[in-house]
């Protein structure tokens, strides 16, 4: 028999919610059931952004920078930044200079923080609305702060025909994570929350190797003095 020549499988959330409900030996028939493991699925995506580094959540932007202005509020679905640039100039005479990060304890430390100059170094505040960041020297001109961050995964949102912000791969972990969930609330389905749990680490943990860079990795020794 032929192949169907596709390979665009996706779940709507309605479709994740129904997946879950039935692992738990259970179905979702009311608007309550709807709502809190929506809710639920809500928790489980703030979860996944403490559990580590979500590749496809890593995007690119800019702020422009002005002089005598040495802070920068990011956007709020900021989680952090793991890569930052100094952008001087522009077209062909465009550089990109990077920049060290600072510890709070280290920022604290220089005696001068009004120094200016192109900026070397950043101290990133993670407020509750939105990560702050502080750059040392305080920029003496206009320049381009570029960086990568990691933002939030989107909120479920009504539930409809949306879909979740996940890859496709991480579907399975989606479904597992969000039936130990509902398991914990239900009583008639308590009793299968252990084995929902290690099913649920199980294929997050298969979905967290996938999603890794594959770049090559070359590890210098270091000298001693």
């Given at each position: 028999m032929a192949t169907s020549g596709t390979s665009t499988f996706n779940l709507e959330i309605s479709e994740v919610i129904e997946e879950a409900f039935e692992r738990c030996g259970l179905q979702s028939k009311t608007g309550y059931d709807i709502e809190t493991a929506r809710r639920s699925l809500n928790l489980l995506?703030?979860?996944?952004?403490?559990r580590g580094l979500n590749f496809w959540t890593i995007e690119q932007g800019t702020k422009t920078l002005t002089a005598g202005t040495s802070t920068v509020t990011m956007d709020a679905d900021t989680v952090d930044l793991i890569q930052y640039w100094i952008r001087d100039g522009s077209g062909t005479s465009q550089?990109?200079?990077p920049i060290s990060r600072f510890s709070v304890s280290q920022y604290?430390?220089?005696p001068n923080k009004?120094?200016?100059g192109r900026p070397v170094n950043l101290y990133i505040d993670k407020q509750r609305d939105a990560p702050v960041v502080y750059l040392w020297p305080t920029p003496d001109k206009a320049y381009t702060f570029v960086y990568q961050q990691i933002r939030r995964i989107e909120d479920t949102g009504a539930v409809g025909s949306a879909d979740p912000d996940v890859p496709a791969r991480f579907l399975p972990a989606l479904v597992s994570?969000?039936?130990?969930m509902i398991s914990q609330k239900y009583p008639e389905?308590?009793?299968?929350s252990p084995e929902l749990k290690a099913e649920y680490e199980f294929q997050w943990q298969l979905a967290e190797q996938e999603d890794r860079d594959r770049a090559s990795v070359h590890f210098v020794p270091g000298g001693y003095s």
């Open positions: 995506s703030l979860e996944w952004v403490n550089s990109d200079l604290s430390t220089i009004l120094t200016e994570g969000l039936a130990y389905a308590f009793v299968r």
